[in-house]
């Protein structure tokens, strides 16, 4: 039987989600029973961007709403987790490791990105967290390589949670919300041929998605939700085989995919 690593690539959709978790909710949930009993949870938002890797190393993480306009009932939901400040200084020694840089911000708590499919995953809140930013400026083989560095702590007793998502254009969001609610056909498009090149193990043509798929650029006008994709496929390792145990669309454009790696 195959075992599964540490490692899970996991939707978060609009903050909405929190509230109606759906099928993919459902899915997260489940997905998570197939841990053991984890010393902590290294998680990688897409909301959290900084100039170099930065590590949060806060015994309390702050329950961060980093959006507006939405739902009053979002603002009532805390996710109280804690943090683990020794598990942080392993992470941060595994990246130095790999010869990248990195920072400590002992402030930093868990902004929508993190929480929401935290909450799904482990409604309880009683495992420590360890916040880790993103840094879309440098791009998929930048984000593969912190990957890289946490594979020493997804074959420990951590798990890695990259939270993101597969597909995330706002700006064709607002225009299916105002033309009837249909799905443009790349939404589908794109999700299948990541999805594709995951099973084949092809790294290079995913790194190099914008040039090489016909809809990574509209799928993704920005970088930033796609990276931790990248950071779980380094974390899992290069003979890892890539499994959907999730997939499927909401709010139009945002492919809810998740990735388990075994």
Not at 141 to 147: I, K, L, P, S
Not at 194 to 208: G, S
Not at 222 to 229: G, I, Q, R
Request: charged share 15%; net charge negative; proline share 7%.
């Amino acid at each position: 039987m195959s075992t599964a690593r540490n490692v899970l690539f996991v939707p978060h959709g609009a903050p909405t989600f929190a509230l109606n978790p759906g099928a993919a909710g459902a899915a997260l949930a489940q997905v998570a029973q197939g841990f053991a009993t984890l010393r902590a949870i290294v998680v990688v938002s897409p909301h959290w961007e900084t100039d170099v890797p930065t590590v949060g190393t806060a015994t309390q993480l702050e329950t961060i709403y980093d959006f507006g306009g939405f739902d009053p009932r979002l603002y009532d939901i805390r996710y109280p987790a804690t943090g683990c400040p020794e598990a942080a200084k392993l992470v941060a020694s595994a990246l130095r490791a790999q010869g990248l840089p990195v920072q400590l911000d002992p402030m930093r708590g868990l902004d929508h990105g993190a929480w929401v499919p935290l909450r799904h995953m482990f409604p309880d809140a009683d495992i420590p967290v360890v916040p880790l930013s993103i840094q879309s400026h440098a791009g998929p083989a930048h984000a593969y390589r912190v990957g890289q560095a946490l594979a020493t702590i997804a074959q420990s007793d951590m798990l890695v949670v990259a939270s993101g998502n597969v597909t995330h254009n706002l700006r064709d969001y607002g225009q299916a919300r105002m033309s009837g609610g249909q799905t443009p056909a790349y939404v589908h498009s794109f999700a299948d041929w990541v999805c594709a090149r995951l099973i084949a193990k092809d790294l290079d043509t995913l790194i190099h998605y914008r040039q090489a798929s016909a809809d990574g650029v509209r799928a993704h006008p920005s970088e930033d939700h796609f990276l931790p994709l990248f950071t779980a496929l380094g974390a899992a390792g290069p003979h890892a085989q890539a499994e959907a145990f999730f997939r499927g669309v909401s709010d139009y454009v945002i492919a809810m995919d998740g990735y388990r790696f075994h």
